[in-house]
């Protein structure tokens, strides 16, 4: 976990330097629908959340992450507009009594049972330190600033693509899938690949394949089509 809470402030760190260093946050993201000010907003809201989180799995104080979708939005749109040191200084401030409660955590913690909003989607506690590095470096991408999956440590891309392939493989009707990066790793998802064409690439770019569905960095002699909404 200690490995997670560093990477997670290093890449902080490069996110707000990027960020503070944009002349213009009005621009598109590469989230539909969202400009680079509503992923930043996005970010220091998800802090909060996370902190509230780690109450609930620590004190026991019964919150969820959010407390609707709706809400979830509607503060992430009321964010947005404002002058972008104040954004961007939320994104940096945000992130200093969430590291402080991440770091709350122990192995007794691991398996407490977390709610997204009240009656939705659960996860585990343990999950909170790998959750924040991957909004972190994922929405960092999608700030579309010049940082991609390739710029990521070789050991948090595989930390990455293990989880979508996780993710992959716990949807109904996803394709079976053989992946091969050109650092030499192998991955299989689903009961029946024999046969199955591979995907190659680099790591990075099977990652942003099946992390945002761009398929620029992969080759394939039919690339499969992969389930919405992973």
Not at 76 to 101: C, F, H, K, T
Not at 126 to 139: D, I, N, S
Not at 187 to 194: A, F, N
Not at 198 to 217: K, Y
Request: charged share 30%; aromatic share 4%; proline share 6%.
């Amino acid at each position: 976990m200690t490995d997670l809470l560093a990477a997670i402030d290093e890449h902080t760190a490069r996110l707000v330097s990027d960020a503070r260093a944009c002349d213009d946050l009005s621009a598109p993201s590469l989230c539909e629908g969202w400009t680079r000010d509503h992923v930043l907003n996005h970010l220091a809201r998800n802090a909060e959340a996370l902190v509230r989180l780690v109450g609930a799995a620590v004190d026991g104080t019964g919150e969820t992450m959010y407390a609707s979708p709706e809400r979830r939005d509607s503060e992430i749109d009321d964010g947005v507009g404002r002058d972008p040191e104040v954004v961007v200084g939320e994104v940096e401030q945000s992130a200093v009594p969430l590291a402080e409660a991440l770091r709350r955590l122990g192995p007794e913690h691991r398996d407490v049972v977390l709610e997204r909003t009240p009656g939705g989607p659960t996860f585990k506690g343990g999950m909170l330190p790998f959750m924040r590095l991957r909004e972190v470096v994922y929405h960092h991408v999608d700030l579309d600033l010049g940082f991609g999956f390739d710029d990521v440590e070789g050991d948090l891309q595989v930390l990455f693509l293990e989880n979508e392939l996780k993710r992959q493989q716990g949807v109904e009707g996803a394709p079976p899938l053989v992946l091969r990066s050109d650092e030499g790793d192998t991955w299989r998802v689903g009961d029946d690949t024999d046969g199955v064409p591979p995907v190659t690439g680099s790591r990075a770019g099977i990652l942003t394949w099946l992390a945002r569905q761009d398929p620029s960095g992969v080759r394939a002699e039919a690339l499969p089509e992969l389930t919405a909404g992973l």
